[in-house]
């Protein structure tokens, strides 16, 4: 698995598919502004200008809200992955 550093996140994206009226089976992220994703891993923090560390508000399992322009895409172990910060997450989704 891949360990994020500072205050990014390993986030998996939830496919959204939404469906017609009529049954065709549309992809749900084309008028969307956000997205939805579970966060897989966690960075330690980051570090204030005096050294002090500041934890993560976001932990492992919590399901995020994010912009869906957001983030670095990577493919780790044949599974679409996204790197995003802290402060790009707008919302925790319970």
Do not use: N, Y
């Amino acid at each position: 698995m891949l360990k994020p550093l500072g205050d990014r996140l390993v986030v998996r994206v939830e496919k959204e598919e939404e469906q017609t009226v009529g049954g065709f089976v549309l992809a749900g992220g084309s008028k969307e502004a956000t997205k939805t994703a579970e966060v897989l891993a966690v960075g330690e923090g980051i570090r204030t200008l005096t050294g002090e560390l500041i934890a993560p508000s976001v932990a492992v399992g919590e399901t995020v809200l994010v912009d869906k322009s957001a983030g670095l895409e990577v493919k780790h172990e044949g599974e679409e992955l996204l790197i995003i910060r802290e402060a790009d997450v707008l919302a925790i989704v319970s």
